[in-house]
């Protein structure tokens, strides 16, 4: 059993930067691919990020490439999704995830395992 537990949420002018956490208990972070995920009010949940165990591999969604940065210290087990140029469209609750599959279809959230409560951010204009 992983639980994961993201911070750093919060609101910000658009053009700005935050940076979100995702914490993991266990002994097994380093065994998981890890993802976020958003979802903003009304619309299904998507993807946003994910990176490989290593953290040698990293993919994002064509909406937040070059803005966004995920990233994982495996010996803190945590997980980073550092957000810049951050535009209203990116208000939503930002969700991190667990997957013990570790290649393939990483873009879909029914391959993930464990998921955190989610961080609301909002972006005004």
């Known amino acids: 059993q992983v639980q994961l537990v993201e911070s750093g949420g919060g609101l910000v002018q658009a053009g700005g930067s935050l940076r979100l956490s995702c914490t993991a208990s266990?002994?097994?972070?380093?065994?998981?691919?890890m993802g976020w995920f958003r979802q903003a009010p009304g619309k299904e949940r998507e993807f946003v990020a994910r990176?490989?165990?290593?953290?040698?591999?990293?993919d994002y969604a064509d909406s937040v490439k070059a803005r966004f940065t995920i990233s994982r210290d495996n010996a803190k087990n945590t997980v980073y999704l550092q957000m810049n140029s951050l535009k209203p469209e990116d208000t939503a609750v930002y969700y991190c995830?667990?997957?013990?599959?570790?290649?393939?279809?990483?873009?879909?959230?029914?391959?993930?395992?464990?998921w955190g409560q989610g961080t609301q951010v909002t972006v005004s204009a």
């Open positions: 266990g002994r097994t972070f380093s065994s998981y691919t």
């Open positions: 990176i490989t165990v290593s953290g040698g591999g990293t």
């Open positions: 995830a667990a997957a013990r599959l570790r290649y393939g279809l990483l873009r879909l959230q029914d391959n993930y395992d464990y």
